[in-house]
């Protein structure tokens, strides 16, 4: 298949969705890559697709946008799929099978992708990245409200140090080494009051900080978490822009970012 933008039901719980843009491409030319955006809050997981079509036609991308509902488990739940796991329901897995039938769908290769998030969809990415670092070519990750750190003196989901517990698999810094890492946020992010608070960790030496941090804040000390720990980061500051005016800024920059990461062999 390849052309518009298609939206598919999970091949297993209904409950959940995906969209998918298939770049035309000829029959005997390489598997395509993939790149999976992930929705904010809003669930926008359109608007987060037809970001990426134009580049993902231009590189020879397949585009995969997950819808992960409100409310899913009938408790109002609405933040669940940002920090992977809901009662058991793991959204992690709920991508890998959703990769698994684009594999199946368009052909593309999808061992290893790229991943990119804003503001919600940025939380997914950045804990996806810490738990999952061996199927990602690239991550970026876009003014998330609160963050997890690569810190092994605190449980999920302020550090990782019972990862292998909560999820069966151990914190890998050798394996976060090898992927290329972009954080972006604005100076203009620093409104708190729909950002819960950021917990406690030794990378907030001066507790008054951790308190009153805002995304802008938050960012900085996972960037210097994340070099902490030897993994490739860089951070980058877009100029003036209020959060709700990112998402299309962000998605230019990770565009740019995975650019540079396609002539990287693999």
């Known amino acids: 298949m390849n052309g518009p933008v298609t939206t598919f039901a999970h091949p297993t719980d209904s409950r959940f969705a995906f969209a998918l843009f298939v770049p035309e491409h000829p029959p005997a030319s390489p598997a395509p890559g993939l790149l999976v955006t992930v929705h904010d809050s809003t669930r926008n997981h359109l608007a987060c697709i037809e970001r990426f079509a134009p580049f993902a036609q231009a590189h020879g991308l397949v585009v ?104 069966g698999r151990p914190f890998n810094p050798a394996l976060l080494r090898n992927v290329p890492i972009q954080l972006v946020v604005s100076d203009g992010d620093t409104e708190t009051w729909e950002i819960r608070e950021q917990p406690p960790s030794g990378h907030w030496p001066v507790e008054a900080d951790r308190l009153r941090s805002n995304r802008v804040d938050r960012l900085r000390v996972l960037h210097r978490a994340l070099l902490g720990v030897g993994a490739n980061s860089q951070l980058t500051m877009l100029r003036g822009l209020p959060h709700g005016q990112g998402p299309g800024p962000a998605a230019t920059l990770a565009q740019q970012f995975f650019a540079e990461q396609l002539t990287v062999q693999i």
């Not at 995969?64 to 329901?89: I, M, S, T, W």
């Not at 594999?103 to 940025?122: P, W």
């Open 64 to 167: 995969l946008a997950p819808l992960f509902p409100r409310n899913v488990l009938g408790d109002g739940q609405v933040d669940g799929y940002k920090f992977l796991c809901e009662q058991g329901l793991r959204y992690d897995q709920l991508l890998h099978e959703m990769i698994d039938e684009a594999t199946r769908r368009t052909g593309c290769d999808g061992t290893r992708f790229f991943l990119q998030g804003y503001s919600g969809g940025a939380q997914f990415v950045h804990r996806y990245l810490l738990l999952h670092p061996e199927r990602l070519r690239a991550a970026s990750v876009g003014a998330p409200g609160v963050v997890t750190l690569p810190d092994e003196r605190v449980d999920w989901w302020a550090g990782v140090r019972d990862l292998d517990s909560a999820f």
